[in-house]
């Protein structure tokens, strides 16, 4: 491709990332003059927003993710190259994709963030968070199973861990986990098991601060506990986590020390930028926070190299509150954020420039169940099924695909009436390494090999 007006190769514009950031970077470059490459280490953008629905069995995870080639085939300009991206080299404009080297004449880096534990990476283990696919499908897996196992369980006092899940972090992530796992327990579940009752499950949210969701305002944070109790949650605020080890959550809340016994802890805190921001320090001298994020001009881009720009989850933008915060790990601020980019790269492109970035709020969500939900609007809030009918509209309008959001609707409207969960499937292996990892007898096991036979695989994690 060649640049008719000054016969020249057109801009080359590197993408790296297929996130919300990222890919609505490229989505505004389609019509621009310039060449784009967006490079992802997965063939596919993930709508984690719905990342707690494939956790707890409601969708499954290729209803929620969507090829990066077919979303961005009618951008002509733009190629998608499946690989991580490791190094960047200002010096010589160029990205390292394993051993090839791709060139840029401007280059946007959206690898986004995932959560942190703080500095006790071995919690990992015990308490998986909520990033990616494979998440997801380990927390299903995890919280399946343990419902099994509790079924098998002859020690009451066993029974119970397993029927114990506990949720560390009370932001959007932790609220939608504990209420979904709550429904799965006392609804779904409850006449699906012989043994067990599930619905004498522990569902645990703990929370740091003095009250869930604390991003929104107090009164739909206090709406947000009271769902959550009324779907049977224990909710335990300022209660800081100090320790996971052997199925034994340890916590301080106040002076005093508690512990919980679960063999299910899920992890929803905290926050660690993608190694790249690290990679971009290195090799730029650009400050990154105590989260790894790339501290960003007013254009987003890094000091000293008006070409290097990050968006999104990786970046820290402090430029618009007067107290000096970030704005926040949202998807609106990535998708914001990489739509000013491209448009800033192609007023460039004509010798002009734009005023800084401005971060227009239009309002957060978060769900609590299948019938409850917390919106705020700046100008208006809302609670209860008003806000939970606000929060289905939006999600299903932002689904990247058309056709995903025709199935994950179909998908909830048949969930809803049916009270129904279609996607709680465990591979055979999963549940052969579940349960033996977990310290379920050998015989166990044994008898669940010979169950094979009326085991589902799941369906293909991307349509390609
Ligand atoms: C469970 C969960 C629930 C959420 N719920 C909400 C919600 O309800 N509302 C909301 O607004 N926000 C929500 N968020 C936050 C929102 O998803 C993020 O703010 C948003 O995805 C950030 O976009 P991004 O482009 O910066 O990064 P991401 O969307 O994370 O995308 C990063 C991309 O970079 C790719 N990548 C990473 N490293 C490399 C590399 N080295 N080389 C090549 N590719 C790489 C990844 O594969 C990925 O595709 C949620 C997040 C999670 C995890």
Not at 288 to 301: K, Q, T, W
Not at 314 to 330: D, I, K, S
Not at 422 to 430: F, S
């Amino acid at each position: 491709m060649v640049n008719a007006v000054e016969n020249q190769p057109p801009h080359n514009v590197v993408i790296v990332g297929g996130g919300f950031g990222g890919l609505y970077a490229a989505k505004a470059l389609a019509k621009a003059p310039v060449k784009v490459t967006l490079i992802d280490k997965r063939n596919f953008h993930l709508f984690q927003p719905l990342l707690y629905q494939v956790a707890t069995g409601t969708v499954s995870p290729a209803d929620i993710s969507s090829p990066l080639r077919s979303v961005l085939s009618q951008c002509q300009n733009t190629q998608v190259l499946l690989g991580e991206v490791k190094q960047i080299e200002p010096q010589a404009q160029t990205v390292m994709v394993g051993e090839e080297v791709v060139p840029y004449d401007s280059l946007i880096v959206a690898t986004g963030a995932k959560h942190s534990y703080f500095g006790k990476d071995e919690w990992e283990e015990f308490a998986p968070g909520l990033k990616t696919v494979e998440d997801a499908i380990e927390i299903r897996r995890r919280i399946l199973v343990a419902f099994e196992a509790a079924e098998r369980e002859k020690d009451p006092e066993i029974r119970a861990q397993w029927l114990t899940f506990v949720i560390v972090g009370g932001g959007p992530t932790g609220v939608e986990l504990a209420g979904s796992i709550a429904e799965l327990a006392y609804n779904t579940l409850k006449k699906d098991f012989r043994t067990i009752d599930t619905s004498e499950a522990k569902v645990v949210l703990l929370e740091g601060l003095d009250r869930v969701l604390p991003p929104f305002a107090p009164e739909l944070s206090q709406s947000a506990a009271a769902s959550l109790k009324n779907l049977g949650v224990d909710v335990q605020t300022n209660s800081l986590v100090t320790n996971l080890e052997n199925d034994i959550v340890t916590m301080k809340q106040g002076d005093e020390v508690k512990q919980i016994a679960a063999k299910t802890v899920l992890w929803a805190a905290g926050v660690k930028a993608s190694p790249l921001g690290k990679a971009l320090h290195s090799s730029t001298g650009a400050e990154i926070d105590r989260a790894g994020r790339v501290i960003v001009e007013p254009n987003l881009s890094i000091p000293g190299h008006d070409n290097i720009f990050v968006v999104g989850d990786l970046a820290h933008f402090a430029h618009q509150n007067e107290n000096g915060r970030p704005l926040p790990a949202v998807a609106p601020v990535a998708m914001q954020e990489g739509e000013y980019v491209a448009k800033l790269i192609q007023k460039r492109l004509n010798g002009k420039t734009l005023p800084p970035f401005n971060y227009v709020d239009h309002g957060s969500l978060a769900v609590i169940g299948q019938n409850h939900a917390v919106v705020d609007l700046g100008f208006i809030k809302l609670k209860g099924f008003l806000a939970w009918l606000f929060w289905l509209l939006v999600h299903i309008y932002y689904l990247i695909e058309f056709d995903n959001k025709l199935v994950v609707m179909t998908q909830w409207i048949w969930n809803y009436f049916s009270g129904n969960r279609g996607a709680r499937l465990i591979t055979q292996d999963e549940i052969l390494q579940d349960l033996r990892s977990r310290g379920v007898s050998e015989e166990s096991s044994q008898s669940t090999k010979a169950s094979k036979q009326s085991i589902v695989i799941e369906k293909e994690v991307v349509k390609v």
